[in-house]
């Protein structure tokens, strides 16, 4: 990775843009996606007993020993933005109009074969990938001024 790639804009197809961000905070996704598109995709999120989207076991009386593992998760759009405190650790997220009607593995694709698919498969609009803890960052959306306006946010 060259310094120069980082916070700049580049066009990987017609009208999908890149940026490598650097250092953005979960909060950033309140302006990375828009919520004209309806579902977010968080894909593969780790759960374990201590993170919320699992609360609703508790709520069945059921009791847990031990939980963890790898789920795909789709939501609407504001209802994840409303709980994005809930979401802790690494998030992988895809923004689109339409929800996926199989759960493909990126890690299976090479990154163009990936894009392909998810332009064919759910009209996505944004994917992100944040890591646990702050570091670089690759966004990719079909609004050239979303990418701007993020990487002004994260400049502040």
Request: aromatic fraction near 12%; avoid cysteine; charge should be neutral.
């Amino acid at each position: 990775m060259q310094k120069s790639q980082i916070n700049t804009i580049t066009e990987l197809y017609p009208g999908f843009y890149y940026s490598l961000l650097d250092f953005p905070n979960k909060e950033i996704l309140t302006k990375a996606l828009n919520i004209q598109f309806e579902y977010v995709w968080i894909i593969n999120y780790l759960i374990s007993q201590t993170t919320n989207p699992i609360s609703y076991l508790s709520n069945q009386n059921i009791k847990l020993l031990s939980l963890r593992g790898n789920v795909n998760i789709v939501m609407g759009t504001e209802e994840f933005l409303e709980n994005l405190g809930s979401f802790m650790g690494p998030l992988h997220i895809v923004q689109a109009n339409r929800t996926p009607p199989e759960f493909p593995d990126p890690k299976s694709y090479s990154f163009t074969k990936w894009h392909d698919l998810l332009r064919n498969m759910i009209d996505y609009k944004t994917e992100i990938r944040l890591p646990g803890n702050p570091d670089y960052t690759p966004y990719i959306s079909r609004d050239r001024n979303q990418v701007l306006e993020v990487i002004n946010e994260i400049k502040k």
